[in-house]
């Protein structure tokens, strides 16, 4: 993960299935948290990160016994770690980020129209459009030129 919000969602999500799905591997938080911690190795989540790591490592308890205080690591629960990494890195507008991707997405030569259509449903879920109208113009918008006149002027 490079820190980019508008995969911070599905990269969250894959990661959280992972880590479900592998519940005898990460059975404590502080494995989940390193596990996610190390996946993020680029750009402003890798800063993050090493922040995080840094904070955890030198987290500070007393001693029962001495009464003194010992540096102990302490990475916090994952519920705390998601709170945390939801607010460093979810859209700020998750409404216009999909509305700008609808004005400027085109359709990718050798993309399946099923492939293409399913990426533009949910941008324009993202944006809560509902309106049939303005579907259907963002649609013919991000199509090829020559692929909607051909639809328009057939049969």
């Known amino acids: 993960f490079t820190g980019n919000r508008e ?7 894959s990661t959280n299935a992972y880590l479900r799905v592998n ?6 938080d502080e494995k989940k948290i390193l596990y996610a911690l190390g996946l993020m190795t680029e750009g402003s989540a890798q800063c993050w990160a090493e922040d995080f790591y840094v904070a ?15 540096v102990k690591a302490d990475y916090g629960t994952w519920d705390d770690f998601v709170t945390a990494f939801k607010q460093a890195f979810s859209p700020v507008d998750t409404k216009g980020a999909a509305m700008n991707k609808l004005s400027t997405w085109k359709m990718r030569p050798g993309t399946p ?9 949910n941008y324009i879920s993202r944006a809560e459009i ?15 030129s020559d692929l909607v006149t051909g639809l328009f002027n057939s049969g």
């Open 7 to 13: 995969l911070s969602k599905r990269w969250y999500l």
């Open 23 to 28: 519940p005898k591997i990460f059975d404590t």
């Open 56 to 70: 955890a490592e030198s987290a500070t308890i007393t001693s029962t016994v001495t009464g003194l205080a010992v």
């Open 113 to 121: 129209a099923s492939t293409h259509i399913a990426t533009m449903n």
């Open 130 to 144: 509902t309106d049939f109208e303005t579907k259907k113009t963002f649609l013919i918008q991000s199509l090829d």
